[in-house]
């Protein structure tokens, strides 16, 4: 996936983009990394719900027995046709079109489950990024069309003609983490219409003095939205997870602090037990339903000999979890009985913020409306 940090000047990329299966010159990230924290039992069933061009797909079909299964997964339809031939070659491989997101779906239609292990590797592949034609590139003048399933609407330059200032610089900020998204906005509006990257490109350069690191973020911000990203992995690794067997096992590269950042608390989620609000005593203990794998701990970033023979790998990294119980994660409780011992109006601040999906704004409300505190 391209990535907001990259070497100043230089276009930020990575993600299954460097899959391939030799022909093509691209290479995996880290694929002996991801397959021994994936694999747990070679005659089981497995997902790689990002297959690209089937770099890693291949390396997990090597290590798995004549017996295993593997779905395999992407949106894209030239990662689909390279998956079909995959197919075709090897009968353990099921193929299906779609978004990982839809996974419970994919794994019902093709029979198979549950799950021994599930492996995402997420972000553009190496010929999207390079194909001037998909529009993800700026360094390469193309439509601005960014879709990971071109069946889907809206293109890029759509939104971005269409969709009001506010909410192109709230997108901006949100997904590309640019300070001067405000800016970007408007000098984006301001050059409507826009057709192409280079006009595209043109227009955050005008407006930020950052250079190719500004519109790399602007880049990013746009694509996120448009294939609503972050949203599809967050149901995707939660799917993948509820069809593992007990001992299944999840692994997944990321490319981005917003990336790393989401899959991070999902997985923290499962291993610590969901948390109540902090500073509130609790009743019971949270219940922890996966572990982290000993051989990546917390996460593992590619090799320094990796990233040197394949710098797309400079800011991947692989977390992976093992499912340790069917059971659904325990949440500890605030006290029933604490709210009463202190002052009403905190008794109603602990309700509202315990029970509001999105705490934060009734609770300003509230205490706007009590005064002074």
Not at 64 to 93: G, N, Q
Not at 204 to 219: D, H, I, L, N, P
Not at 243 to 249: S, T
Not at 338 to 358: I, K
């Amino acid at each position: 996936m391209e990535n907001a940090s990259a070497a100043p000047g230089a276009e930020p990329c990575g993600g299954r983009g460097l899959e391939g299966c030799g022909d093509d010159g691209h290479a995996p990230v880290m694929p002996s990394e991801l397959v021994r924290a994936v694999v747990a039992d070679r005659h089981g069933a497995y997902v790689d719900a990002t297959f690209g061009r089937g770099g890693h797909a291949k390396h997990l079909l090597d290590a798995l027995s004549p017996r295993a299964r593997l779905l395999v997964i992407d949106c894209d339809a030239d990662a689909v046709r390279e998956a079909e031939a995959l197919a075709r070659r090897d009968r353990r491989v099921t193929v299906r079109r779609g978004r990982f997101g839809d996974l419970t779906d994919h794994l019902r239609d093709a029979q198979i489950g549950p799950l021994s292990g599930a492996l995402f590797d997420v972000g553009m592949s190496s010929p999207q990024i390079d194909q001037a034609a998909r529009g993800f590139s700026f360094s390469a003048n193309g439509p601005l069309d960014m879709r990971m399933d071109q069946r889907r609407k809206p293109t890029a330059a759509a939104w971005l003609n269409n969709a009001p200032e506010a909410e192109i610089a709230s997108i901006v900020r949100r997904y590309g983490e640019e300070h001067q998204a405000g800016r970007v906005a408007r000098r984006i509006v301001a050059a409507r219409p826009l057709d192409t990257t280079t006009q595209l490109a043109d227009a955050v350069g005008a407006a930020t003095t950052a250079g190719k690191q500004a519109v790399a973020r602007v880049f990013q911000a746009v694509r996120i939205h448009i294939n609503d990203e972050l949203a599809e992995l967050d149901r995707g690794l939660t799917a993948a997870f509820q069809a593992l067997e007990v001992g299944g096992r999840i692994g997944v590269i990321t490319f981005h602090g917003l990336e790393h950042r989401l899959v991070r608390r999902c997985f923290r989620e499962w291993t610590q037990g969901a948390q109540a609000p902090r500073r509130l005593p609790t009743t019971g203990v949270p219940t922890p339903v996966a572990r982290r794998i000993a051989t990546v701990a917390k996460g593992v970033r590619a090799s320094p000999g990796e990233i040197a023979a394949n710098p797309r790998a400079r800011s991947a990294l692989l977390q992976a979890v093992e499912k340790l119980s069917a059971k659904p994660c325990r949440k500890a409780e605030r006290s029933a009985t604490w709210p009463e011992r202190q002052d009403p109006r905190l008794a109603r601040v602990a309700a509202v913020v315990t029970q509001s999906p999105t705490p934060l704004a009734p609770f300003l409300a509230s205490a706007r409306s009590w005064g002074a505190w």
